[in-house]
């Protein structure tokens, strides 16, 4: 059978060149109107798909019930089509989408009742079956686990292990596979058995900072305690030079190290010494180029109008701008150094550019020109100045922030957030 995936890729072949709608209400009808050209041409499946690409949006049930009035002779094979899709769901993403074109077949009375009932129960059928023979790894982060099919205290067991299990492998996201661990917690029909379960493995997933929200509905001691595992407080200590400090603090942002306004003996202690450097700043060298009449490309002169016995003109400038650096970046946790570095180097920025371009002829005299004289000139100012000493200390800063986040333990808490 031909996957989901594949008819979608046709669908989106066939759409090539259309218009690409925004709203939902566009959606429904940009993918009826698809449906219906798709039936014209005698594609059948790029005309499933579409009617199924706009059954779920707002319009789109009673769009597709227009277009069965007139082209009766679609229903039966999209039925079977339908079901046939139903046996081959393994996603629970596919489920749910499937459960909402059948919500929608339903709203508007789309296909017969009986065969509307036969596709809901083998629909039914397959989730619950797919859960329990894991064909089908649905859990408590996916939309299809509210299906009320699968509100059985037992089904949810299931899909609370395949939450846990998916969490630990880290095989889908788990911001939502946290929150319906929260929300299962939360129903009054779960067992205590099972909250402290839920409860006991929670500390071997590895917890990072930015999941604790999804957990502190239903776990608020669980969260408050890990927190403090995520979090640790730090001090930066660059030796009075505040435009470092703040540059660096800056730069690291929010990484799980709370930067303390004074030294501190419950957490990391980085220190930043200036031990040597100079920066440099070379004054512009200026050259000044003539380019004679003959030398100027045809097209320029002919663009521009230049007349015969000009002479071109600018001024060629480059420059130089260098920092030598070295620092010590040290990190005290305790009494314990636990970090050593001397971060040193020479970073340097050459570059050129042109100004003053300038044309002579011999009616008019001399004047400011934009265009370039020819290909040569377009090739030799490429308008490159140097790197700023501005930009090129955010360079040297740089290697700073990458040498306190390498300190072990702030690596450490970095890779928790």
């Given at each position: 059978?031909?996957?989901?995936?594949?008819?979608?890729?046709?669908?989106?072949?066939?759409?090539?060149?259309?218009?690409?709608?925004?709203?939902?209400?566009?959606?429904?009808?940009?993918?009826?109107?698809?449906?219906?050209?798709?039936?014209?041409?005698?594609?059948?499946?790029?005309?499933?798909?579409?009617?199924?690409?706009?059954?779920?949006?707002?319009?789109?049930?009673?769009?597709?019930?227009?277009?069965?009035?007139?082209?009766?002779?679609?229903?039966?094979?999209?039925?079977?089509?339908?079901?046939?899709?139903?046996?081959?769901?393994?996603?629970?993403?596919?489920?749910?989408?499937?459960?909402?074109?059948?919500?929608?077949?339903?709203?508007?009375?789309?296909?017969?009742?009986?065969?509307?009932?036969?596709?809901?129960?083998?629909?039914?059928?397959?989730?619950?079956?797919?859960?329990?023979?894991?064909?089908?790894?649905?859990?408590?982060?996916?939309?299809?686990?509210?299906?009320?099919?699968?509100?059985?205290?037992?089904?949810?067991?299931?899909?609370?292990?395949?939450?846990?299990?998916?969490?630990?492998?880290?095989?889908?996201?788990?911001?939502?596979?946290?929150?319906?661990?929260?929300?299962?917690?939360?129903?009054?029909?779960?067992?205590?058995?099972?909250?402290?379960?839920?409860?006991?493995?929670?500390?071997?997933?590895?917890?990072?900072?930015?999941?604790?929200?999804?957990?502190?509905?239903?776990?608020?001691?669980?969260?408050?305690?890990?927190?403090?595992e995520v979090t640790m407080p730090g001090y930066l200590?660059?030796?009075?030079?505040?435009?470092?400090?703040?540059?660096?603090?800056?730069?690291?942002?929010?990484?799980?190290?709370?930067?303390?306004?004074?030294?501190?003996?419950?957490?990391?202690?980085?220190?930043?010494?200036?031990?040597?450097?100079?920066?440099?700043?070379?004054?512009?060298?200026?050259?000044?180029?003539?380019?004679?009449?003959?030398?100027?490309?045809?097209?320029?002169?002919?663009?521009?109008?230049?007349?015969?016995?000009?002479?071109?003109?600018?001024?060629?400038?480059?420059?130089?701008?260098?920092?030598?650096?070295?620092?010590?970046?040290?990190?005290?946790?305790?009494?314990?150094?636990?970090?050593?570095?001397?971060?040193?180097?020479?970073?340097?920025?050459?570059?050129?550019?042109?100004?003053?371009?300038?044309?002579?002829?011999?009616?008019?005299?001399?004047?400011?020109?934009?265009?370039?004289?020819?290909?040569?000139?377009?090739?030799?100012?490429?308008?490159?100045?140097?790197?700023?000493?501005?930009?090129?200390?955010?360079?040297?800063?740089?290697?700073?922030?990458?040498?306190?986040?390498?300190?072990?333990?702030?690596?450490?808490?970095?890779?928790?957030?």
């Open positions: 059978m031909i996957s989901r995936y594949a008819l979608l890729l046709g669908l989106a072949v066939a759409l090539a060149g259309c218009a690409a709608p925004r709203t939902p209400e566009e959606k429904a009808q940009y993918y009826a109107n698809a449906a219906e050209r798709a039936h014209a041409r005698g594609h059948a499946t790029d005309t499933y798909a579409a009617i199924d690409q706009s059954l779920p949006h707002p319009g789109g049930p009673e769009r597709i019930k227009s277009f069965f009035a007139i082209a009766p002779g679609v229903v039966n094979p999209y039925v079977d089509y339908v079901q046939a899709s139903i046996f081959a769901l393994d996603h629970p993403t596919a489920a749910q989408d499937r459960r909402l074109t059948l919500d929608a077949m339903q709203r508007v009375a789309l296909i017969p009742p009986d065969r509307l009932a036969v596709l809901t129960h083998t629909f039914n059928e397959r989730v619950v079956g797919g859960l329990l023979d894991k064909t089908l790894v649905i859990t408590l982060g996916d939309q299809i686990s509210t299906l009320p099919s699968l509100q059985v205290p037992a089904y949810r067991t299931h899909m609370m292990n395949a939450t846990v299990q998916a969490a630990r492998l880290a095989i889908r996201d788990r911001g939502q596979l946290f929150e319906g661990l929260s929300d299962h917690y939360l129903r009054p029909e779960t067992s205590d058995g099972e909250r402290k379960f839920m409860a006991g493995e929670l500390p071997k997933l590895e917890v990072r900072r930015h999941e604790l929200h999804a957990l502190s509905r239903a776990f608020p001691a669980f969260t408050d305690q890990r927190l403090l200590d660059t030796k009075g030079d505040l435009s470092l400090e703040h540059a660096i603090l800056s730069t690291i942002g929010d990484r799980g190290v709370i930067w303390q306004p004074g030294p501190t003996d419950k957490g990391v202690v980085v220190t930043i010494t200036r031990m040597s450097g100079r920066e440099y700043a070379q004054q512009p060298n200026a050259q000044r180029v003539t380019i004679p009449y003959h030398h100027m490309s045809k097209s320029t002169v002919k663009a521009n109008d230049v007349p015969p016995g000009s002479l071109y003109a600018y001024t060629y400038m480059s420059s130089l701008n260098g920092i030598d650096y070295q620092y010590l970046v040290r990190a005290t946790l305790g009494r314990q150094v636990v970090w050593e570095e001397v971060v040193e180097g020479t970073l340097e920025s050459s570059g050129s550019w042109c100004q003053n371009k300038t044309l002579y002829t011999p009616k008019d005299g001399s004047g400011p020109v934009n265009f370039m004289a020819n290909s040569d000139m377009s090739s030799h100012c490429k308008d490159d100045p140097p790197l700023s000493l501005s930009a090129l200390r955010d360079r040297v800063n740089g290697k700073l922030v990458d040498s306190v986040l390498a300190v072990p333990p702030i690596r450490r808490i970095v890779q928790l957030q």
